[in-house]
């Protein structure tokens, strides 16, 4: 009798346990699509006055004047993003290579939980080293050494700088994981005809987890393009077309955090600003479904 109640209990927990999950699963998912159709409905005041056309090729952004040009911020999203892309790429890439295939036991065992560390740190905390360290640097030396002279600091290349080093944990975590997952068979069959380390790095490592590295960049996008405080404390905040990268700019993440005392007292703002959020919310999404769909590919060519 205890068994046949023992096994009814446990059958009870099970199903209450598995339709607690679910509940969670779902509420997941309807706060997305709340998330969604709120920043679509809450934009369309601003798409009834203004046409899309214009709140997107538009370069001026003067709320004041009625003005809701995003162009110029987009772009500058596009060029902060890309160059810490370009500049965190190579690093990321190197570092994994040399924490997979060429550090000790002690020094990955070093290595890996501190860069697990630098990816739970607040970008507050990022955004302020760049304004202590990064902006004078850039003022005083890395401007000057292209022949820019009139640079305050805060300007495109900071923020890339800054967002190019929270970018590595990112990268240089997944493409660890994909050189890990290598059968180590291949590595050895490599080095059985006479390649040396480096070539079986460049020739096997990489052709192998080619895939998993694209999908570590595409999420590594994905993060960058979203970024906020870390970028907004060093852009510039300047919604314009720099001549050069050591002007200053604005991303659409850094609008959107210096922009709200300004919601209420300009109408149309909260639309136009609404908007900002759900281009920003869907070319997140994108790169990060790219970046998903990648790695599933990845997993399933490894797992025949």
Known sequence: MRTKEHRRIRKIMDYVGTKLMLTAT???CVLFAVLFFFFLFESFP??????????????????????????????????VTGIALIIAVPISLLSAIYIAEYAPLKTRKFFRPFI????????????????????PITKNYIAPFFGVHNSIGFCVFSAALILSVMVYPII???????????????KEASLSVGAT???????????????NILAAILLGFGRAFGETIAVAMVVGNLPNIPANLFQAGQTLASLLASGLAEII?????????LTAAFILFIIVLIFNILGILVLRRAHKRWSY
């Open 26 to 28: 779902l509420f997941v």
């Open 46 to 79: 601003i798409w009834q006055t203004h046409s899309i056309q214009e709140i997107l090729f538009s370069p001026t952004w003067n709320p004041e004047f009625g003005q809701f040009g995003l162009y110029a911020i987009i772009v500058d999203t596009i060029i």
């Open 116 to 135: 697990d560390v630098l990816a739970g740190v607040p970008s507050v905390v990022y955004g302020l080293c760049a304004f202590l360290f990064i902006v």
């Open 172 to 186: 240089i975590s997944l493409c660890v994981e994909s050189f890990d997952a290598i059968p180590l068979s291949l």
């Open 197 to 211: 380390k480096w070539e079986t790095v460049k020739k096997v490592v990489f052709r192998a987890s080619s895939t």
């Open 265 to 273: 007292s300009i109408p149309l703002f909260e639309a136009a600003f």
